[in-house]
Nanobody, 124 residues
Framework: QVQLVESGGGLVQAGGSLRLSCTAS????????VGWFRQAPGKERELVAA????????YYADSVKGRFTISRDNARNTVLLQMNSLKPEDTAVYYC?????????????????WGQGTQVTVSS
């Protein structure tokens, strides 16, 4: 199975930006769609953004539309999440995950391979 490694998290002030990176090691992403999820303390894990294998189909949660951008570089086995205009409510552990299909789905259970997560903290 592909090992997913997230990086780029950290502490940022409200209004700032971070760029998260999800890199596949050992093997490529193949034809998998990739999703970025987040989980805040005491809350369920939620899908923030997802991208199809080709990159032509993308999904964004309403809470991040216009602020976050997901992209992928299959040649470099990397999926990026550019996060701008960050808010304190964006604070969470962010995970990338893949599903065994090239299409995007919003249901968390359809993603079966997960990274370890990276902490994003936005101070007010």
């Amino acid at each position: 199975q592909v090992q997913l490694v997230e990086s780029g998290g950290g502490l940022v002030q409200a209004g700032g930006s971070l760029r998260l990176s999800c890199t596949a090691s050992g093997r490529t992403f193949g034809t998998s769609a990739v999703g970025w999820f987040r989980q805040a303390p005491g809350k369920e894990r939620e899908l923030v953004a997802a991208i199809s294998w080709s990159g032509s189909n993308q999904y964004y949660a309403d809470s991040v539309k216009g602020r976050f951008t997901i992209s992928r570089d299959n040649a470099r086995n990397t999926v990026l999440l550019q996060m701008n205009s960050l808010k304190p409510e964006d604070t969470a552990v962010y995970y990338c995950a893949t599903r065994r299909s090239f299409t995007v789905r919003v249901e968390t259970l359809t993603y079966d391979n997960w990274g370890q997560g990276t902490q994003v903290t936005v101070s007010s």
